[in-house]
């Protein structure tokens, strides 16, 4: 046995051990019929196989869940927060496991992996120090002032349906799960096919902070298969994908008249000013850019820069890109990682091709890098983008960033807002009252300014969510939580009814009902 054989060895031990016994945690209502392959992008091959649950196995989740639900709802919000502020612990705790698997599974960069364990860990604070403030019972103004006392309450919806993608795997499998479940919920999720593992660990180490088996359960699979039946079930349905998905899922929820979020793609448009600090834009668009390889749906595709500044700023940051260090490394020195399958590998390069033939002029990359990984590619700047080109106006989720120059600012936002999406805008300008009155014209969820993504998406107290064709409802802030509640309104009317008192004629009443809303018009706190 040579060296690098034994190494290899090693390594696939240590997969073995840290995928070991995940399986359990997938809901089946007998032997699975079906298996699914999960691979390791970094080298394309196998590093295990799941269960392709179908619709039988979907229906014994969701009893299971609605069973665990009863329970967990009868818990007070406080007793609920305190598995998420051991949840919070047990992430940190077991960082380096997490992004071991993130890794495995995904092929990201280990930087990029630890955002989610970050994002994870803020959300699961940010919901259980928050969580009853947001959903205690509210005193309402009632009808008659002094008469009818109105208060509202926020009851669970039941069980919440989550179908998650790939690109984020650990954050998004249990950031949308936090309010769902301390709203006092049960969740059922379906995560994509090649990250389930990293889901299934997430989820078992909710369960060692506290969160009863039931009140979380998983089913693994095809979308095209388990997808539906999980939506009829549900009580609300959280989705997150491409767009063209979430109009399927929509549909189908809207069937069931069950209340939905679409968390879905983005075509992101960043903007540099004249007056922005090039070193800094420069380091932020390159996160903006090439974060996750691209792979991220608020990462930056579109970029449109100032005619005084395009020449420093395409020179730096061309430069910049040249530096970074692209590879599979499972450290934290990796700039850029793999794309995650050859399916979006021929994405990104027919994408690029297509636009080389058609005119576009390559300033770095544009090339796979087959040295490295069977689906790594360079990151990639464009200019000469026009419409004739797929990836002008469509998402490439790849490091690929197409670059424009501009020299008129509503011009500009007209370019910026000149899209079918609206989830994503970045900004640069060191003059923030300017950033902060562009970003109110453009039209996209969260605009960061001086920064690519993370501001915005960091804000945890903001909600976060797209416009357009980049979906419906938001996630974070009180519009994260409430949306998995009902509100219901309860109002006590004392003393008189709502009509003419007894011995009072309608008609007196109507007259003196009017004298009435006139001077209400005019009486702050009773309008
Ligand atoms: P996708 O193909 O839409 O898949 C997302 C999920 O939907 C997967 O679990 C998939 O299952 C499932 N699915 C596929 N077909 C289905 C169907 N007919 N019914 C129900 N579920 C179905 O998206 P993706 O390629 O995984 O992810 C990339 C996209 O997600 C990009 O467009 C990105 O912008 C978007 N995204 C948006 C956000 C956001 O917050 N706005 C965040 C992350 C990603 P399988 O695994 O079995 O295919």
């Given at each position: 046995?040579?060296?690098?054989?034994?190494?290899?060895?090693?390594?696939?031990?240590?997969?073995?051990?840290?995928?070991?016994?995940?399986?359990?945690?997938?809901?089946?209502?007998?032997?699975?019929?079906?298996?699914?392959?999960?691979?390791?992008?970094?080298?394309?091959?196998?590093?295990?196989?799941?269960?392709?649950?179908?619709?039988?196995?979907?229906?014994?989740?969701?009893?299971?869940?609605?069973?665990?639900?009863?329970?967990?709802?009868?818990?007070?919000?406080?007793?609920?927060?305190?598995?998420?502020?051991?949840?919070?612990?047990?992430?940190?705790?077991?960082?380096?496991?997490?992004?071991?698997?993130?890794?495995?599974?995904?092929?990201?960069?280990?930087?990029?992996?630890?955002?989610?364990?970050?994002?994870?860990?803020?959300?699961?604070?940010?919901?259980?120090?928050?969580?009853?403030?947001?959903?205690?019972?509210?005193?309402?103004?009632?009808?008659?002032?002094?008469?009818?006392?109105?208060?509202?309450?926020?009851?669970?919806?039941?069980?919440?349906?989550?179908?998650?993608?790939?690109?984020?795997?650990?954050?998004?499998?249990?950031?949308?799960?936090?309010?769902?479940?301390?709203?006092?919920?049960?969740?059922?999720?379906?995560?994509?096919?090649?990250?389930?593992?990293?889901?299934?660990?997430?989820?078992?180490?909710?369960?060692?902070?506290?969160?009863?088996?039931?009140?979380?359960?998983?089913?693994?699979?095809?979308?095209?298969?388990?997808?539906?039946?999980?939506?009829?079930?549900?009580?609300?349905?959280?989705?997150?994908?491409?767009?063209?998905?979430?109009?399927?899922?929509?549909?189908?929820?809207?069937?069931?008249?069950?209340?939905?979020?679409?968390?879905?793609?983005?075509?992101?448009?960043?903007?540099?000013?004249?007056?922005?600090?090039?070193?800094r834009a420069v380091e932020g668009l390159i996160r903006g850019?090439?974060?996750?390889?691209?792979?991220?749906?608020?990462?930056?595709?579109?970029?449109?820069?100032?005619?005084?500044?395009?020449?420093?700023?395409?020179?730096?940051?061309?430069?910049?890109?040249?530096?970074?260090?692209?590879?599979?490394?499972?450290?934290?020195?990796?700039?850029?990682?793999?794309?995650?399958?050859?399916?979006?590998?021929?994405?990104?390069?027919?994408?690029?091709?297509?636009?080389?033939?058609?005119?576009?002029?390559?300033?770095?990359?544009?090339?796979?890098?087959?040295?490295?990984?069977?689906?790594?590619?360079?990151?990639?700047?464009?200019?000469?983008?026009?419409?004739?080109?797929?990836?002008?106006?469509?998402?490439?989720?790849?490091?690929?960033?197409?670059?424009?120059?501009?020299?008129?600012?509503?011009?500009?936002?007209?370019?910026?807002?000149?899209?079918?999406?609206?989830?994503?805008?970045?900004?640069w300008?060191?003059?923030?009252?300017?950033?902060?009155?562009?970003?109110?014209?453009?039209?996209?969820?969260?605009?960061?300014?001086n920064e690519g993504?993370?501001?915005?998406?960091?804000?945890?107290?903001?909600?976060?969510?797209?416009?357009?064709?980049?979906?419906?409802?938001?996630?974070?802030?009180?519009?994260?939580?409430?949306?998995?509640?009902?509100?219901?309104?309860?109002?006590?009317?004392?003393?008189?009814?709502?009509?003419?008192?007894?011995?009072?004629?309608?008609?007196?009443?109507?007259?003196?009902?009017?004298?009435?809303?006139?001077?209400?018009?005019?009486?702050?706190?009773?309008?």
């Amino acid at each position: 046995m040579t060296v690098s054989e034994s190494a290899a060895e090693a390594e696939l031990e240590v997969e073995a051990e840290l995928l070991a016994g995940l399986e359990s945690g997938v809901t089946t209502a007998g032997a699975p019929e079906e298996r699914f392959d999960v691979e390791a992008p970094f080298r394309g091959t196998k590093i295990g196989d799941l269960p392709a649950c179908g619709p039988d196995d979907v229906e014994v989740a969701f009893e299971r869940a609605r069973q665990g639900q009863e329970a967990w709802e009868r818990r007070s919000v406080a007793e609920r927060a305190e598995v998420f502020k051991r949840y919070h612990d047990l992430v940190i705790e077991n960082c380096e496991e997490l992004l071991d698997i993130v890794q495995l599974e995904s092929g990201k960069a280990r930087r990029h992996a630890y955002e989610e364990v970050l994002d994870v860990a803020m959300t699961a604070r940010h919901y259980a120090y928050r969580a009853e403030d947001y959903l205690e019972s509210e005193e309402r103004e009632g009808a008659l002032p002094g008469l009818t006392e109105t208060e509202v309450h926020h009851h669970p919806v039941g069980v919440v349906g989550m179908i998650t993608p790939w690109n984020y795997p650990l954050s998004l499998a249990v950031s949308d799960a936090i309010p769902a479940l301390l709203a006092g919920n049960s969740v059922v999720i379906k995560p994509a096919e090649q990250t389930s593992y990293t889901a299934l660990k997430a989820i078992e180490l909710l369960r060692e902070a506290g969160l009863p088996r039931d009140v979380f359960r998983v089913v693994t699979g095809h979308g095209k298969v388990i997808g539906e039946p999980l939506v009829a079930e549900s009580d609300f349905v959280c989705f997150t994908g491409s767009t063209e998905t979430g109009r399927i899922v929509a549909s189908q929820a809207g069937e069931h008249l069950t209340k939905c979020s679409m968390e879905l793609g983005g075509k992101n448009p960043g903007i540099v000013c004249d007056d922005a600090d090039v070193d800094r834009a420069v380091e932020g668009l390159i996160r903006g850019c090439f974060t996750n390889a691209g792979q991220l749906c608020i990462s930056i595709e579109r970029l449109y820069v100032h005619e005084d500044v395009y020449g420093q700023f395409v020179e730096a940051f061309v430069d910049a890109i040249e530096g970074l260090h692209v590879g599979a490394g499972y450290d934290h020195d990796v700039d850029v990682g793999s794309l995650i399958s050859e399916e979006q590998l021929e994405k990104v390069t027919d994408h690029v091709e297509e636009a080389k033939a058609q005119g576009a002029t390559v300033l770095t990359g544009g090339t796979a890098r087959p040295d490295l990984g069977p689906y790594f590619y360079e990151p990639t700047v464009l200019t000469d983008v026009d419409e004739s080109m797929t990836l002008c106006a469509n998402e490439t989720f790849g490091p690929v960033v197409a670059v424009y120059e501009w020299s008129d600012e509503d011009d500009v936002i007209e370019r910026a807002n000149d899209s079918d999406y609206g989830l994503n805008a970045s900004i640069w300008t060191e003059d923030h009252e300017r950033g902060r009155e562009m970003a109110t014209q453009i039209e996209t969820g969260t605009v960061n300014v001086n920064e690519g993504y993370a501001a915005a998406w960091a804000s945890l107290d903001a909600p976060m969510g797209g416009m357009k064709n980049s979906g419906i409802g938001r996630r974070h802030g009180d519009e994260g939580i409430m949306k998995y509640t009902e509100s219901q309104t309860v109002s006590v009317q004392k003393h008189l009814g709502m009509t003419n008192p007894p011995g009072v004629p309608h008609w007196l009443y109507a007259k003196l009902m009017n004298k009435t809303l006139k001077i209400q018009r005019h009486i702050p706190g009773m309008r």
